[in-house]
């Protein structure tokens, strides 16, 4: 450390912290800024904003459409039906859009079509009644059925009423698909299952996912293997049937061996983090530093996801990297690389570069605006292995999915699992304050999970010893300040600020939730030298005091455009 350099302070003007120690951040968040090329010569686009990562080959869906998809593509009690004006609306729109006579509008794309009218069906078939068809909706069904039956294509019409039992169409019971082969008729007789409100069996699910995927992009069209109408049914229409745990086992192991066996990382530990794909939308997210403080200390760590996701659109471990610089673009071989040097110790992986066939899918899951199966199950994946240990750390928000989520682990056979609730859903357990008007459900900081037990009570499945753990972490029982969470509102550069001013010493609200988050997982999924909780935080911030963690980031940045 230089001697002779000036105190800076940071955050707020007003604030009495200072820091002897020469600070780095803001010319790292510049250079990223201004190198050349990190996301294309486009002018409109910001790096700075999560938002423009978007890309821009993914059609724009219609917001009236997509408006109501958001109220009935959902579950069984979270439904809410649409009013008379609502349904008329939607369904003016659906039809002047398929008639090529909407003005000033985004056109309704199949997809939309497909999710909606899935969505309906199930609604009255399978729903309870609080959430079945308003009389606004059956009546505006019925007034509009006829000219509905006259503009939509046949995939569209089975969907709306596949028995002819919900309008008395006679085509929904005798489609079996158009021309998309074996694959499309296959996935038309699981919809018929799905549309009555029925699940499908692990086989079933996979047979079809491999059948229809990789999705092929608009100017493929001829290529396609199955309708996009049908495909996005098929994905809204198990999520608001709830799906069961052999459908999500379908999901998460699908594609396992789309690209070969995976690579083998020569790691005596490694944790897959699964955070949300579709990011963060408000506060600061600290997984991609906790990861560089873990790697410290021999615990290696493996990002996946992709730039940008729907519904939430939100920062990414790929927008951060890529900000600063780094390759986000690595092969399974290549990240396996990084986590085997011993000056970085981590690695991020692309959805794009490990499962194709998933990738595909993002346009799409825009425009059937709800989160499908997939959420969940690209959460527990491991696209490298280790010789050593390994463990899956997965974040959630909605009470029910915390189970599933282990049991996806536990399928994955695993040394140790670990799901939190932490802000926004995703991994980052907060200092904050328990407040009285805290969301229903289960509370922020809430983790469960199983691990190497520290005593003899435990269980046995394939092989491997485990006992189940259940609590509810409160900062300040370990001598952390109360402290608001640092917003960053879609902001890159200013979760980088933060993150990287943490990592380079600076004291405050991200520091504290960087070594939480780091010394907390330490110690719930029972790693070497995590036993006592103090020791494992007083660890975590050695490893931000001493500079290595900033070090390590660095090094990944540089590293990933040489391996």
Sequence with gaps: MNSLAKPIRYGNPRSPRLHSRPKRTNLVVKSAIDMKGILGTEATKNPTLSTSYRPLDIPTPNRTVLDAQQRVCTGPEQTRPLDQAQIVAVLDT??????GELKGEEPVSQAQLGAFFAGMTIRANAFPEATQWSSGERAAMQAFWPELANSLPPEIIFLAD???????????????GGNGGPGEMRLVGALREILAGAHLGYEEVQGVLRDVLPLEKESEKERRKVREALLAAFLIGQRMNRETDRELKAYCLAFDDELGPPAVADVRSLTHYGEPYDGNTRFFKSTLFVAAVRACYGESCLLHGVEWMPPKGGITEGQLLKFMGANTQLSPDQAK???EDESVGFAYVNLKEARPSLFSLVGLREHIKKRPPLATSEKVQQFVRARGKEAIVAGFYHVGYEDPLLMLMKRRSVHSGLVVKGEEGALSMTTKA???????????NHCSGFRSPYSVFSSEI???????FSTVVNAQDYGFEPSDTPRTDRSVARNIELGLAALDGEKGPAYDRIVLNAGMVDHLLGCSGADDVKSALDRARAAIDSGEALKRLMNFIKLSHKV
């Design 462 to 468: 394939d092989g491997i010893s485990r006992e189940n």
């Design 434 to 444: 328990k407040s009285e008007n805290a969301s229903k459900g289960l509370p922020v």
């Design 337 to 339: 690389r990084l986590l």
């Design 94 to 99: 659906i039809i002047r859009s398929a008639r």
């Design 162 to 176: 596949p028995e002819g039992t919900i309008m008395g169409s006679s085509l929904g019971p005798v489609y079996s």
